[in-house]
């Protein structure tokens, strides 16, 4: 059985009944792939399935046949891949503790002496500021930023207070709060101004009113 679009284009065949007989005699019937599907279906007692110009697939089992047909309007996709950092931080979980504790108490990335498995952390995954990346990615980036907000505003509250009994140069600070400050607010005198906005806030009674 063949498709009218299969019909040749030449005049060597002749009109016959609901078909044509060809250059050797034969007769030869072309469908309609709407027609051959219904005279198959009528033949077989089944509802066949298009599989292509012609070609139809007939399921003796009613539920592979749904199964099947279900399947043809399927989208193919491709399974989620775990992420690169995801697999670092399972590797060396364990490295990455002692970072997490100091993020978490400071706020910032320590200097290379303030963490004593800083070379073993920057052999494993090239530096520190990766690591912290790496961490960022697994753990959640809006933590992080809280935790840093926080801390952030800890160091304000400290050098506000220091005011009433007079600041230390920068040079008096201890090593840890320097590098803090550096850290929040690159200059100690920009760290200075906003913790005097912030402890003359305090006399603002919208201020109060806002905090209570």
């Known amino acids: ?21 060809t250059r050797l005699g034969t007769f030869q019937k072309y469908y309609e792939q709407r027609e051959l599907r219904e005279w198959m279906d009528a033949i077989l007692g089944e509802a066949s399935v298009p599989a292509a110009p012609g070609v139809f697939y007939v399921f003796r089992d009613t539920d592979l046949r749904q199964s099947f047909v279900a399947s043809r309007y399927r989208r193919r996709s491709v399974a989620p891949r775990q992420r690169q950092s995801d697999i670092l931080f399972e590797q060396h979980k364990v490295l990455f ?40 990615r697994v753990t959640g980036e809006e933590e992080w930023s809280k935790i840093r907000e926080e801390r952030v505003q800890d160091l ?22 320097q590098l803090d400050v550096r850290a929040f607010f690159s200059r100690y005198t920009k760290a200075c101004e906003e913790a005097d906005a912030l402890l003359f806030s305090a006399g603002k009674k919208e201020m109060l009113h806002q905090a209570c």
């Open 156 to 177: 304000l509250i400290y050098l506000a207070l220091l005011r009433f009994e007079g600041r230390p140069r920068f040079s008096q600070l201890p090593q840890d709060l």
């Open 97 to 136: 503790e002692p970072l997490v504790a100091f993020l978490t108490d400071r706020g910032r990335l320590p200097d290379a002496a303030e963490l004593k498995e800083t070379s073993l952390i920057c052999e494993a995954v090239e530096s520190l500021n990766r690591a912290y990346s790496i961490i960022r």
């Open 1 to 21: 059985m063949r498709l009218t679009v299969e019909a040749p284009l030449d005049s060597k065949t002749t009109p016959h009944g609901d078909g044509c007989l």
